[in-house]
């Protein structure tokens, strides 16, 4: 059984540029959370998408989008990146349903900024 | 929003003792209260989680606590062993019916078990 898999593992760009993350959800689950986990921090909640919509969005700029795939997979779009971008991106996935549905991640894109 | 708390921030223990981390929230909304164990390099392993409705869950080595009425909740790992060493992480949403919401997360506690 597939876990949260996320592409690719490491990053590297310079301010201005754009960049897009990807994450495949695991098998069965139809719900996508991207997170931020700047070093030595706790994880921040960025958006959730789920049914290709933006369900749900934490306190980040217009500079992050993203996108929901039929097939439930996900992107993360950052524009005109800062240096303060720099951190570990995170990927949630998890099934809609009656109850609690827990969110299991990825192992992230490590992405740093020239 | 909701805003969580955590302590300590780093925790040393010898093998075999017990660890306790502590955690508070703010918004009483919060209903579903996770834990996540967080490796070096790897992403965050949901470790227990429990819901509003039950004030204990035990899951062999681990528990967790929960008081409504303070806004805590806590951590609790028993006989511990090095490869419990790690970041751990508590987190607080509100869940309605059939959704996953966000996770609010606490800054984490690094758990260092020694020998």
């Known amino acids: 059984d597939a876990g949260v898999t996320q592409s690719p593992t490491h990053l590297i760009k310079t301010r201005g540029q754009q960049v897009t993350l990807r994450c495949s959800p695991k098998?069965?689950?139809?719900?996508v959370s991207w997170y931020q986990q700047a070093l030595g921090q706790g994880p921040q909640f960025i958006f959730q998408?789920?049914?290709?919509?933006?369900?749900q969005r934490g306190n980040f700029p217009d500079r992050f989008s993203g996108h929901q795939f039929p097939n439930y997979s996900s992107e993360l779009n950052v524009n005109a990146l800062l240096l303060g971008d720099s951190a570990l991106y995170l990927c949630?996935?998890?099934?809609?349903?009656?109850?609690?549905?827990?969110?299991?991640f990825g192992d992230g894109t490590r992405l740093s900024i020239l | 929003g909701e805003n969580v708390e955590q302590h300590p921030s780093t925790l040393s223990v010898q093998e075999g003792d017990s660890a306790v981390i502590k955690c508070t929230y703010s918004d009483s909304a919060s209903n579903y209260f996770p834990w996540y164990k967080q490796e070096l390099g790897k992403g965050p392993q949901l470790i227990i989680d429990?819901?509003?409705?039950?004030g204990e869950k035990k899951d062999q080595r681990i528990a967790v606590t929960l008081n409504k009425t303070a806004k805590h909740f806590s951590l609790h790992i028993t006989e511990t062993q090095p490869e419990d060493s790690a970041v751990y992480f508590c987190?607080?949403?509100?869940?309605?019916?059939?959704?996953?919401?966000?996770?609010?997360f606490g800054t984490g506690t690094r758990l260092q078990v020694t020998l």
């Open positions: 949630a996935s998890s099934l809609e349903g009656v109850g609690n549905q827990p969110q299991h």
């Open positions: 998408y789920y049914e290709e919509e933006e369900r």
């Open positions: 429990i819901r509003s409705n039950v």
């Open positions: 098998s069965g689950h139809d719900t």
């Open positions: 987190a607080a949403s509100y869940v309605y019916t059939g959704t996953a919401s966000k996770l609010t």
